[in-house]
């Protein structure tokens, strides 16, 4: 997406947002954290991580659920920008929750970045983990927190994943289980796509339920679909060939 220059901010950490940063634009407010000994453990949880010091941010607005999402993005960090597969899978997930049955479903986002997918998730009743790289969580969990806090079921969650790494010790297949895993533009021109893959394959189990949105740009990516396949039943869910995103579902193959 293209992102405003014109609007450049320094990051502000959650319990530091003034109060006119946290009246959102539909009357949502979003209250102070208060004194963290006071609070209830899944928002201490919610506030283990610092924004990483960007020299600019932007404040983009996002209408998905009925409410207004205001994002804080920076283009300095690819993990930091809202992609156009994030906005597709939040349409999708928006027109298909109750045939999703998303109320109170578990799910995990893999490469939350700036965190729209697991925003609207979130809205939508679902308990989620939001999860990604370590330089862009503190920012990852600015957005939740501020969009989420007061307005959802469920608090969010946001763990530390590294793709393709101790992934049985961080998330064991006996205590972690989810009806989603989501993923949106996860696939581009890097060099951790079979680490991609395999983290994908671990935290599906049976039931699980894999929705990934991607624009397609580059033959790789066409390549990680086909090794996708092989380990995925997989249907095209929808397409939107103004933006080049396809939205697949995935069930992994049991042998």
Not at 35 to 51: C, G
Not at 171 to 193: E, G, I, N
Request: charged share 20%; proline share 6%.
């Amino acid at each position: 997406m293209d992102v405003c220059q014109n609007s450049a901010q320094q990051p502000v950490c959650p319990q530091e947002a003034p109060a006119e940063e946290r009246t959102l634009q539909d009357n949502d407010t979003v209250g102070p954290p208060g004194d963290p000994q006071e609070l209830e453990p899944s928002l201490r949880s919610l506030q283990k991580f610092v924004p990483t010091d960007y020299a600019s941010y932007t404040q983009e607005s996002y209408r998905f659920a009925g409410k207004n999402i205001i994002i804080q993005e920076s283009i300095e960090s690819y993990g930091a920008v809202v992609w156009p597969g994030a906005t597709a899978l939040c349409q999708y997930l928006e027109e298909h929750a109750e045939e999703l049955s998303l109320q109170d479903a578990n799910i995990l986002e893999i490469g939350a970045g700036p965190g729209l997918v697991s925003i609207v998730a979130s809205i939508l009743g679902a308990q989620v983990t939001a999860t990604d790289l370590p330089d862009v969580l503190g920012n990852l969990q600015y957005n939740l927190l501020k969009n989420t806090l007061k307005r959802t079921a469920h608090l969010p969650e946001v763990k530390e994943l590294v793709w393709g790494e101790d992934l049985e010790h961080n998330f064991p297949k006996c205590a972690f289980y989810y009806d989603y895993v989501l993923a949106s533009d996860v696939v581009y021109h890097h060099y951790f796509l079979d680490k991609l893959l395999a983290t994908m394959v671990h935290l599906a189990q049976p039931g699980t339920v894999l929705l990934w949105a991607n624009k397609f740009r580059f033959s790789t990516d066409y390549e990680f679909l086909d090794k996708f396949k092989q380990v995925f039943e997989t249907t095209l869910l929808a397409e939107y060939p103004e933006s080049s995103v396809k939205i697949f579902k995935g069930i992994l193959k049991w042998d």
